[in-house]
């Protein structure tokens, strides 16, 4: 069963589906924060992240990147005994590693988004090993969906789905941006 044919009308599903699935994200925070919650959700469902957003959005300072890279172990225990969020020790030492990897992109590149888009075009395989390279946490679910999440990768949607739409002005719109 494919994402499309159970979140519309969820309402927890529903409107991650309706309104980011799929989109294109350029903000570097917006970023990071999919990266880290597809990194969290390994080996649950993501019914129970979307349920934790809030908590790991307020855990990690609303994925401000500098304060994330900046934490110490003193940081790594309070989230560890913090019922908001998930409390795996390497996830949580993940999101503070790939923090600093992505203002390493910051500097190198501009910006975490322009270092994915400077990426030579990859298919899942290539991406899985570069993401790899860089970052903890990232396995060929993780990777995908997070592409998939951002608007790099296809298959978010069904194509008969309204989103799908919605999704095609952006990428004109920001394709013309760009420009």
């Known amino acids: 069963m494919h994402y499309c044919d159970i979140a519309p009308s969820h309402p927890i599903h529903g409107p991650y589906h309706d309104k980011e699935y799929g989109f294109p994200v350029t903000d570097d925070r917006i970023l990071f924060e999919r990266l880290t919650l597809e990194a969290f959700q390994a080996g649950l469902s993501w019914e129970i992240i979307l349920k934790k957003r809030e908590g790991l959005r307020a855990a990690f300072y609303d994925y401000d990147l500098d304060r994330i890279a900046s934490m110490t172990e003193e940081d790594e225990e309070r989230l560890r005994n913090n019922p908001a969020i998930f409390r795996n020790r390497l996830k949580i030492l993940a999101t503070i590693h790939n923090a600093k990897q992505v203002i390493c ?22 991406w899985v090993k570069c993401m790899r390279k860089h970052f903890k946490f990232m396995g060929p679910e993780i990777v995908n969906e997070f592409l998939m999440s951002i608007g790099l990768l296809p298959g978010a949607h069904q194509e008969g789905c309204p989103v799908v739409q919605k999704i095609k002005v952006l990428k004109q719109n920001l394709e013309a941006f760009s420009a």
Not at 105 to 126: A, C, I, M, N, V
């Open 105 to 126: 992109f910051q500097k190198s590149h501009g910006s975490f988004y322009q270092w994915l888009t400077d990426q030579p075009w990859r298919d899942l395989d290539e």
